[in-house]
DNA sequence: AATCACTCCGTCTGACACGT
DNA sequence: ACGTGTCAGACGGAGTGATT
């Protein structure tokens, strides 16, 4: 289980001096192309690129960039390995919440270390994010440029800054700063001859696309920050439905629906289907990868990654664990007992919360497999014997019962199958960790 | 399954302050 | 010009439940 860190485990020195420490012994290996994918999708994700001006009259930009999430033991972690990349450069910024936990942020004001390395470690990144740095960036050239006061740089620079992020909530509007900052530096230009269409001609409208390179660690990452995994719990009929959904939800624009469809793309070279909608009358765009065979195909792609489990730890476990019993514990009364527990003890989106929605749960179980036949997986042959074939992969994919093996005692094969067919599906749970032995 | 309505609180995005 | 500590209001979206 994942540490949560809250004011009642720890402080802000004790979390500052965690992060601080050197980095674990196995994470030494980890793969740091893979890692600065995943780090990427995070930061798509959690990231930030923004800034502020030190006075209202002037166009000094400061900026800031970074990402945040909870403070946990392994976002501890995360962070770490993250910063190690930065010659740990990155500063960190605690703040308790509300709710009594703690969050972190990972975090560079210094243009030196972003236009050196903040900005190339997350050229992976796409859409608003890419077009941040890539303003950033131009930002810098002209901050530092010896035309720098020129009427014309100022008023570019503050075009770009204002576009840096796309719901800004800068106090002062682009026009009155523009003109606050002019009025200061020329007091006696006419602010009325600015063409502002000219300057909207700076922002880059349509991102080159060279940077279209997908990745499965960039969307672990992604999901990291953004995703959420749950398997709803459908009450119809006699017996429960177990549906797996793993979501990542966007604000809805064309950036964020341009890399929708770029994962979605990629994920189908996987012969995984995704669906992407919008959502909120169109102010969200969700991309949910949703049915039991998809969530088990993605669950086998992630698998390959778990040591970047990282923030997620607990949820994917649990999606590993859960897919393999996702759509085939249909007939199959124990496990759908332990695909309940499951769901029960993981606590998710659709949790089971109290004693009496569980108990409710456990009982419909009961009563459901009441009405259905104990011959699951089992058929007969003939006037031979029984057939077993179950839905796990198996050594001998089907087992054969004969009569004439069990001295023509039909009831003593019967038994026999049953046993059988019991015995392997236990096994099945107990050697993928479902229950224990 | 899809969609809608509603609430709450956590994060996002700067902003302020002060030192050198 | 730049480093750094701290703060706060607004907005978004997670969570929930109901309906079709």
């Given at each position: 289980k994942e540490v949560k860190y809250n004011k009642n485990n720890s402080n802000k020195n004790q979390i500052l001096n965690l992060l601080n420490k050197n980095i674990k012994d196995e994470d030494k290996y980890i793969d740091s192309k893979s890692f600065q994918q995943l780090a990427n999708g995070l930061f798509q994700a959690e990231g930030h690129i923004g800034g502020y001006f030190e006075?209202?009259?002037?166009?000094y930009f400061r900026p800031i960039c970074y990402i945040s999430v909870n403070a946990t033991d392994e976002s501890v972690r995360l962070f770490r390995i993250l910063n190690k990349n930065f010659d740990n450069k990155l500063k960190y910024i605690i703040s308790l919440n509300k709710s009594g936990l703690y969050h972190i942020r990972i975090q560079t004001r210094d243009w030196n270390l972003i236009v050196n390395k903040w900005i190339p470690y997350f050229s992976l990144a796409h859409g608003d994010k890419l077009r941040g740095l890539k303003y950033l960036l131009k930002v810098y050239y002209i901050q530092y440029s010896?035309?720098?006061?020129d009427i014309d740089s100022i008023i570019k620079k503050l075009t770009l800054i204002y576009n840096i992020v796309d719901n800004n909530q800068r106090k002062i509007s682009l026009t009155d700063k523009i003109k606050l900052v002019l009025n200061h530096s020329?007091?006696?230009?006419?602010?009325?001859?600015?063409?502002?269409n000219i300057y909207n001609?700076?922002?880059?409208h349509e991102l080159p696309k060279e940077h279209n390179e997908m990745s499965i660690p960039f969307i672990l990452g992604f999901y990291l920050g953004d995703g959420t995994f749950n398997i709803k719990i459908r009450d119809e009929g006699t017996l429960l439905w177990y549906i797996g959904v793993l979501r990542i939800s966007q604000k809805y624009t064309e950036d964020n629906e341009k890399l929708f469809i770029l994962i979605s793309d990629y994920l189908n070279t996987y012969d995984l289907d995704t669906i992407i909608r919008p959502f909120k009358e169109g102010t969200v765009i969700v991309l949910k990868v949703e049915s039991n065979q998809n969530i088990k195909k993605l669950s086998k792609l992630l698998h390959v990654y778990e040591?970047?489990?990282?923030?997620?730890k607990d949820q994917l476990y649990f999606m590993n664990k859960s897919s393999k019993l996702l759509g085939l514990v249909k007939y199959w009364k124990e496990g759908n007992i332990v695909l309940l527990n499951l769901i029960s003890e993981y606590?998710?989106?659709?949790?089971?919360?109290n004693d009496t929605k569980y108990k409710y749960y456990l009982n419909k179980i009961e009563e459901g497999f009441k009405n259905?036949?104990?011959?699951?997986f089992l058929s007969k042959v003939g006037i031979e014997g029984y057939l077993v074939k179950l839905p796990i992969k198996i050594k001998p994919k089907t087992k054969y019962f004969y009569y004439k093996t069990y001295n023509k005692d039909k009831d003593l094969t019967l038994k026999t199958a049953l046993d059988y067919r019991d015995r392997m599906l236990n096994l099945y749970l107990i050697e993928n960790d479902l229950i224990k032995s």
């Open positions: 006075l209202n009259q002037t166009s010896n035309d720098k006061n020329y007091p006696d230009y006419n602010i009325n001859n600015i063409n502002y001609d700076y922002l880059i040591e970047f489990y990282f923030i997620k606590n998710l989106n659709y949790r089971v919360k259905q036949s104990d011959l699951y």
